[in-house]
């Protein structure tokens, strides 16, 4: 079992920027995937960015050049930089670490609000 933890979510007017970080309980090396969701209010959770265990990452389109996904698997963290930030960015972001082995392991945090507004 591993626990999730974001930080990094407040409010910031439109143009700004956020670091969201995910701290994970446990080791993070064997998780396939690390990645970041949002949900905003009346709409499904969409993914954000998301980063393989080999450094692949992909991003959803309407964030491709401004948010930029890490991992640092020595310190069990991954990290969203959230830059040009727009109103429409606004939700509640996830994190989520993925992995199949003998099983599918699919765990995520409690969130973390993220506020675009002037």
């Known amino acids: 079992q591993v626990q999730l933890v974001e930080s990094g979510g407040g409010l910031v007017q439109p143009g700004g920027s956020l670091r969201l970080s995910c701290a994970a309980s446990?080791?993070?090396?064997?998780?396939?995937?690390m990645g970041w969701y949002r949900q905003a209010p009346g709409k499904q959770r969409e993914l954000v960015a998301r980063i393989t265990d080999t450094g692949i990452t992909n991003y959803a389109d309407h964030v491709k050049g401004r948010f930029i996904i890490s991992r640092d698997n020595a310190k069990n963290t991954v990290t969203l930089q959230m830059n040009s930030l727009k109103p429409e960015d606004t939700a509640v972001y996830y994190c989520?670490?993925?992995?199949?082995?003998?099983?599918?392991?699919?765990?995520w945090g409690q969130g973390t609000q993220v506020t675009v507004s002037s």
């Open positions: 989520n670490a993925f992995k199949v082995d003998s099983r599918v392991s699919d765990y």
């Open positions: 446990g080791n993070i090396d064997s998780f396939n995937r």
